[in-house]
């Protein structure tokens, strides 16, 4: 009866327009108020509890670092060293394009913020080079996803936090198939450019590449500092997001000067505005699942599946699939807090390795931020091209298919994921 009602008052907010954050805050506290026994103060102690978690205190961080470097100019400096890299590819100008997505996603952690700052420079530059804009658009789209998957990926620790991973081994785990998606959209672009006959960029001299290289290092920096520190256990996760925030500042004022020292209050509020959205949706979601566990769900779930005697490989095509619809209609962050605690004690009882899950989850999520109805990149790449949301779909649409063949290999070949996390660093 309490989780028929916890389900039915969630769809029900959710049908009626109100946000996912307050949807699942609502519906979890009317539950425990009317139907359940937890008493006003002890869910305030929760939602308390749940908020000061250790791991939590890494998204403010890496949020304050994502914001100076998207509104300096770092992501002028890595798009002009990939196109110097390798601009004179077929396809070059698309592939540096996917190359510069890469870089900047490992500064921003962040999927829309890697698609409006590369994509609002490259796409016109593409198109100016005589790419067609629907072309220029879904690549742009689809490789922006790279954000949440290359660390440090705020979407990673979010999961650690829900399901008490390291998200130091989430992070080494994100490294190998964030660069092999990368390199794959590449060859598919490659491909594409030799068939149709894509314009080629003139090769940059070495002086030329070795100069851009030079002007973007501060930035590419940061991704060493952070997966360096961490790999060689210098800092936890948590605290080389400080790190990187103060590192990030430093750059931005000191080094490029791409910011005054009047427009870093601007930035810092920017940054509160998104980290407050995100733990109102971290804390609302964590209730949420407060009452799935309180109701025992997560475990009847799991007691059903292993009475059924599913398979861990059947338990995984049931896992993508339930994922992939859940991201055509909200947000990753949701997704996994909702989600995360059904799925990760039936995973573990099957012999599902963690970190694995993590990743496999986070691929499905890339793939829900290009499909429609509510695919988040869809809606970032129409504001900044001016196509219709149609228009992103259908060019997006072609090299979403590299993404879902990417997600049934990584779902099915762990080493991919656990290669570098059980090299015994951590």
């Known amino acids: 009866m309490t989780t028929a009602a916890l389900f039915i008052m969630l769809f029900i907010f959710m049908f009626l327009g109100m946000p996912v954050a307050v949807a699942l805050g609502l519906s979890s506290l009317l539950t425990i108020l009317v139907l359940g026994n937890d008493s ?57 394009s996917v190359l510069a997505c890469c870089l900047f996603a490992a500064v921003s952690g962040s999927s829309p913020a890697t698609v409006v700052a590369v994509g609002s420079i490259v796409i016109a530059g593409m198109v100016k080079a005589g790419y067609p804009q629907p072309l220029a658009a879904g690549i742009v789209c689809n490789a922006g996803t790279l954000g949440i998957l290359i660390p440090p990926s705020i979407v990673l620790v979010v999961y650690g936090a829900a399901t008490e991973t390291s998200v130091g081994k989430l992070f ?152 992939l619809i859940a991201g055509m209609f909200m947000e990753p962050t949701g997704i996994i807090l909702i989600l995360a605690p059904i799925l990760f004690p039936i995973a573990m009882q099957l012999g599902i390795d963690p970190v694995h899950l993590g990743i496999i989850i986070v691929v499905n999520l890339e793939i829900g931020m290009v499909t429609p109805p509510i695919g988040l990149n869809l809606f970032v790449t129409s504001g900044i091209t001016g196509m219709s949301i149609g228009q992103v779909t259908r060019a997006a649409t072609p090299w979403l298919m590299v993404l879902i063949s990417f997600l049934v290999i990584i779902t099915y070949v762990p080493a991919i994921s656990l290669w570098l996390p059980n090299m015994g660093f951590f």
Do not use: C
């Open 40 to 96: 006003l103060p002890s869910l305030t102690l929760k939602m308390f509890d749940v908020s000061e978690h250790f791991t939590l205190m890494a998204i403010p961080f890496f949020v304050l670092a994502g914001a100076f470097m998207t509104t300096g100019g770092v992501a002028k400096r890595m798009i002009r060293f990939a196109i110097a890299s390798v601009g004179h590819l077929h396809g070059g100008l698309a592939i540096a």
């Open 172 to 323: 080494m785990a994100g490294v190998v198939p964030g660069a092999l998606l990368g390199l794959a959209l590449m060859v598919a672009i490659y491909v594409v450019a030799r068939v149709k006959k894509l314009p080629r960029q003139p090769r940059a001299s070495l002086r030329e590449v070795l100069e851009a290289g030079r002007d973007s290092f501060w930035g590419l920096m940061l991704i060493v500092i952070i997966l360096g520190g961490i790999y060689g256990g210098v800092f936890t996760p948590t605290e080389a997001a400080a790190v990187s925030a103060v590192y990030a500042f430093i750059v931005a004022v000191f080094v490029y000067r791409d910011i005054g020292m009047r427009q870093v209050p601007e930035v810092v509020v920017d940054a509160a505005k998104v980290t407050i959205m995100l733990m109102f949706i971290i804390v609302n979601a964590l209730l949420f699942a407060h009452v799935l566990t309180t109701e025992r769900i997560p475990q009847a779930i799991a007691e059903q599946i292993i009475a059924w005697d599913m398979e861990a490989w059947q338990f995984l095509i049931v896992v993508n699939i339930l994922l």
